[in-house]
């Protein structure tokens, strides 16, 4: 296998796509890729925003870029003991079994007004190498069933700043339409990742101040 050096020095420009397969049973999964013309990813990571949807399922990608380096961004996202700490929507986090390493389960509580209250959380990837964190919904109460979500982080062209991807799939709950599910969750992730930016600019700009 390359190492990631190697495959990090090239970027692939993707358009979205999905790919239908049929199984034995007659359930047809598609296989979607669903990000910007726009939008160019290192092949370290472009692979994890491929996502299998089953007919009941929806999915989508939100592309935030930072004036802020990819470690500083990162060590952000990947406390999975502490979403909080930019996902606004969020008022609290205890991790329930396991250290922050993956497997670990989370449940979070979700601030009032929103269709929530909790949700129990498991971590399915954390790659420090490769910047990618991704995790999924296995209980609680809300209405996201089979929610999963892959973020991943990128120097921007410039080499200055950091992208940060994130997608998304999940079920569609009995009375929702693809559209409006996908614009709800939407909704959440642009806000978690703006709110991402600001903080992660605002520490990027305090180390800055202290350097000599």
């Not at 190697?6 to 397969?21: A, D, N, P, W």
């Not at 491929?50 to 999915?59: A, Y």
């Not at 129990?120 to 999924?136: A, Q």
């Amino acid at each position: 296998m390359p190492s990631s050096l190697q495959l990090h020095r090239s970027t692939t420009t993707f358009s979205g796509g999905c790919h239908h397969k049929q199984q034995a049973h007659l359930t047809t999964l598609t296989s979607c890729f669903l990000l910007p013309h726009d939008v160019s990813l290192p092949e370290t990571v472009s692979s994890y925003h491929v996502h299998t949807l089953r007919p009941n399922q929806c999915n989508s990608a939100v592309v935030q870029a930072m004036e802020a380096p990819v470690d500083t961004v990162w060590s952000l996202v990947r406390r999975f003991d502490n979403p909080q700490a930019y996902k606004h929507f969020l008022k609290s986090c205890h991790v329930i079994v396991g250290d922050g390493n993956v497997g670990s389960l989370r449940e979070v509580q979700v601030v009032s007004g929103l269709p929530a209250g909790s949700s129990t959380e498991r971590l399915e990837i954390l790659d420090d190498e490769r910047h990618v964190l991704s995790f999924s919904v296995v209980g609680g109460d809300h209405r996201l069933r089979n929610y999963r979500s892959v973020t991943t982080l990128h120097a921007s062209p410039n080499g200055k700043g950091t992208v940060a991807v994130e997608s998304f799939v999940v079920d569609v709950p009995p009375g929702n339409t693809r559209e409006d599910t996908c614009i709800f969750v939407d909704t959440i992730v642009r806000c978690n990742l703006q709110s991402l930016a600001q903080l992660a600019q605002n520490m990027a700009k305090t180390q800055n101040s202290f350097s000599p």
